[in-house]
Protein backbone atom coordinates (compact mmCIF):
# COMPACT_ATOMS: atom_id res chain seq x y z
CA UNK A 1 0.00 0.00 0.00
CA UNK A 2 2.95 2.27 0.61
CA UNK A 3 4.69 2.02 -2.65
CA UNK A 4 1.03 2.98 -4.37
CA UNK A 5 0.51 5.82 -2.56
CA UNK A 6 4.14 7.22 -3.17
CA UNK A 7 3.39 6.05 -6.83
CA UNK A 8 0.29 8.64 -6.68
CA UNK A 9 2.67 11.39 -4.79
CA UNK A 10 5.10 11.21 -7.87
CA UNK A 11 2.42 10.79 -10.36
CA UNK A 12 1.12 14.41 -8.87
CA UNK A 13 4.73 15.68 -8.27
CA UNK A 14 4.90 15.31 -11.80
CA UNK A 15 1.90 16.60 -13.31
CA UNK A 16 2.21 19.29 -11.83
CA UNK A 17 6.07 20.16 -12.97
CA UNK A 18 6.37 23.23 -15.68
CA UNK A 19 7.08 22.21 -18.97
CA UNK A 20 10.93 23.13 -18.68
CA UNK A 21 11.46 21.14 -15.54
CA UNK A 22 9.99 17.97 -16.92
CA UNK A 23 11.75 18.04 -19.91
CA UNK A 24 14.92 17.93 -17.49
CA UNK A 25 13.17 15.48 -15.33
CA UNK A 26 12.46 13.30 -18.47
CA UNK A 27 16.21 13.75 -20.20
CA UNK A 28 17.33 12.98 -16.34
CA UNK A 29 15.44 9.74 -16.01
CA UNK A 30 16.21 8.53 -19.57
CA UNK A 31 20.02 8.65 -18.77
CA UNK A 32 19.73 7.08 -15.33
CA UNK A 33 18.08 4.16 -17.44
CA UNK A 34 20.41 3.91 -19.99
CA UNK A 35 24.10 4.45 -17.71
CA UNK A 36 23.17 2.31 -14.86
CA UNK A 37 22.87 -1.05 -16.51
CA UNK A 38 25.59 -0.04 -19.14
CA UNK A 39 27.77 0.64 -15.99
CA UNK A 40 26.29 -2.46 -14.04
CA UNK A 41 27.11 -4.67 -17.63
CA UNK A 42 30.43 -3.54 -18.20
CA UNK A 43 31.61 -3.79 -14.65
CA UNK A 44 30.48 -7.55 -14.49
CA UNK A 45 32.11 -8.36 -17.65
CA UNK A 46 35.38 -6.79 -16.80
CA UNK A 47 34.99 -8.88 -13.34
CA UNK A 48 34.84 -11.70 -15.75
CA UNK A 49 37.61 -11.16 -17.49
CA UNK A 50 39.50 -10.45 -14.51
CA UNK A 51 38.54 -14.09 -12.95
CA UNK A 52 39.52 -15.81 -16.10
CA UNK A 53 43.14 -14.40 -16.67
CA UNK A 54 43.59 -14.68 -12.72
CA UNK A 55 42.77 -18.58 -13.56
CA UNK A 56 44.82 -18.95 -15.91
CA UNK A 57 47.91 -17.36 -14.40
CA UNK A 58 47.40 -19.27 -11.02
CA UNK A 59 46.78 -22.45 -13.33
CA UNK A 60 50.59 -21.56 -15.11
CA UNK A 61 52.18 -20.82 -11.76
CA UNK A 62 50.48 -23.94 -10.25
CA UNK A 63 51.49 -26.33 -13.27
CA UNK A 64 55.36 -24.20 -13.16
CA UNK A 65 56.16 -25.85 -9.87
CA UNK A 66 55.28 -29.27 -10.76
Known amino acids: MHVLRGLGRAART ?27 FIFIV ?9 AIVVDRRRNRRD
Not at 46 to 53: C, D, G, H, R, Y
Open 14 to 40: IAALPWPALLVAALLFALVLTVVPLAL
Open 46 to 54: FMAVKLAVA
